[in-house]
């Protein structure tokens, strides 16, 4: 964002109009949450505490009542904050917890994406004063002590009622806990054209449709089965069969002509007695498997879901990869090689044109990525971006904030999905999901966003009470939207 003002400033548009723009947003969220009470706005040092300054002068103009508080001494604010404070021509008090008094709106216009240091000491104590009075809060472009990057909080941090960001979001608005904190997100544009984005360069995205929409399979008038891919689902032993089965129907549901479950000899009853659309293949030990893979068509794998944890999933995952062909490992398939991941990746590497998707919750991904680089790497998007390089896979890292990484780079923050969503085979319904986009040959990394954001989206839909079956039912009425 640093750069993108700069190169907007560089280009003719002053500071100070930057400024401007960006309070007038502020003091309109403000205005909307404001019935004639009083407005406190705490101001910062910096240009956050600038903006903080024009959403003053901006609410007084429009008849509010406006008290502004200002951390450190107002002559030693510089550049376009000086100017925006000069222009405010009421009082300025010296920030602190009393400052809070009896205030209707608080704005907060403390610290911005930029913080450096953990909030400590009085401000602290200021911070948790704002919390405790439940008063509405509009949080100018973070909740003052959530870190724009990480969504970490540094010290403390404001619980916004509503954030007002500006051009572009940030990771700290997507990544948790600064996410929960940030209430209702507002994005304002300044003044900032897209066009700078072209020099940035950017390779962090929020999932959603406009990062892969036009790469989601749509099937043509003339198509038939055979040309919608045929994914196989790897099945677990005979009391493990309900993992690939949920897998599979999710393969289907999106779009994939044909789904096969492989199946050891002993489960093949149990299978049959469940499975209709999705067809059911013998495929006994790591021979069976490879018998499986003989046939082309099967063009997409997913091996993982209740696959058991031994040498014989580890055998089969690499006798998977061996047949060059996009793959989705999951679960099982990833923590069997907790002991060694050197040997996964190895076998990944061996096709490094073949698409790999990795897709491991928290525990699993600690199991596998061991590496004492990885473990350090920092936040998760920095981790799963970390991993991705190592691995020479695509990331899928689960949790409320998944978060999608691509061996060049590219990762993607996903923020729909609800927290009923955790629930038992709902990772299976997942992987399912991104096989199936896989089989239609749609690009692994766009694949994987995919199927994360529509995962969340059937979920929301869903709602309270959702349990994995339900995924792959309701999954068509949100397809539909993209008919």
Avoid at 67 to 88: I, Q
Avoid at 102 to 116: H, N, P
Avoid at 220 to 248: C, E, F, I, M
Avoid at 276 to 297: N, W
Wanted: charged fraction near 20%.
């Amino acid at each position: 964002m640093g750069e993108a003002d700069r190169l907007t400033i560089e280009g003719g548009v002053p500071g100070e109009i930057l400024m401007e723009n960006a309070g007038c947003a502020v003091a309109a969220a403000t205005l909307a949450l404001n019935r004639g009470r009083e407005v406190l706005v705490l101001c910062g040092p910096g240009n956050n505490g600038g903006d903080g300054f024009v959403a003053a002068r901006h609410l007084a103009a429009a008849g509010r009542r406006v008290r502004v508080a200002l951390l450190g001494d107002p002559s030693r604010l510089t550049g376009d904050a000086a100017e925006m404070a000069a222009r405010w021509t009421g009082a300025v008090e010296p920030l602190s917890a009393d400052s809070i008094g009896k205030a209707g709106v608080i704005v907060d216009a403390l610290f911005g994406a930029g913080l450096s240091k953990p909030i400590e000491g009085p401000v602290a104590a200021v911070v948790a004063a704002i919390n405790r009075s439940q008063v509405p809060v509009v949080a100018v472009d973070v909740p003052s002590g959530v870190d724009g990057t990480s969504g970490e909080i540094r010290g403390v941090a404001v619980r916004a009622t509503r954030t007002v960001t500006f051009f572009r979001l940030k990771p700290g608005h997507l990544l948790l806990p600064g996410r929960e904190l940030c209430g209702e997100l507002k994005l304002a544009q300044i003044g900032i054209e897209d066009g700078v984005l072209e020099e940035i360069a950017p390779e962090t995205y929020a999932n959603g449709p406009r990062l892969w929409g036009d790469r989601l399979p749509r099937p043509r008038p003339q198509s038939h089965k055979y040309d919608r891919g045929h994914a196989l689902v790897v099945s677990g032993g005979p009391w493990n069969t309900g993992a690939a089965r949920l897998s599979a129907r999710a393969a289907l549901r999106i779009g994939a002509g044909l789904v096969t479950v492989a199946s050891p000899t002993a489960a093949l009853p149990s299978n049959a007695a469940h499975l209709t659309a999705v067809m059911l293949t013998e495929a006994e030990g790591v021979a069976g498997l490879a018998r499986a893979l003989e046939d082309a068509r099967r063009n997409a794998v997913l091996i993982g879901p209740a696959a058991g944890v031994n040498e014989e999933t580890r055998q089969r995952v690499q006798v998977t990869l061996g047949a060059r062909r996009p793959v989705v490992l999951d679960a099982d398939a990833l923590t069997c090689f907790a002991d060694e991941p050197a040997r996964l990746f190895k076998a990944i590497e061996a096709d490094a044109d073949r698409a790999v998707v990795l897709t491991p919750h928290e525990g699993e991904f600690r199991r596998l990525f061991t590496d004492a680089d990885l473990a350090e790497a920092g936040t998760r998007l920095e981790r799963a971006r970390a991993a991705a390089r190592t691995s020479g896979a695509v990331i899928v890292l689960k949790g409320a904030d998944t978060v999608v990484a691509a061996p060049d780079g590219r990762a993607a923050i996903n923020a729909d999905a609800p927290a009923w969503l955790a629930t038992a085979g709902s990772g299976d319904v997942l992987s399912g999901m991104a096989v199936g986009l896989l089989a239609q040959q749609m690009p692994a990394f766009e694949a994987a966003a995919a199927a994360v954001w529509l995962h969340g989206a059937v979920a929301a839909e869903i709602g309270p009470g959702l349990i994995a079956e339900d995924l792959s039912e309701r999954l068509p009425a949100v397809l539909a939207e993209f008919a």
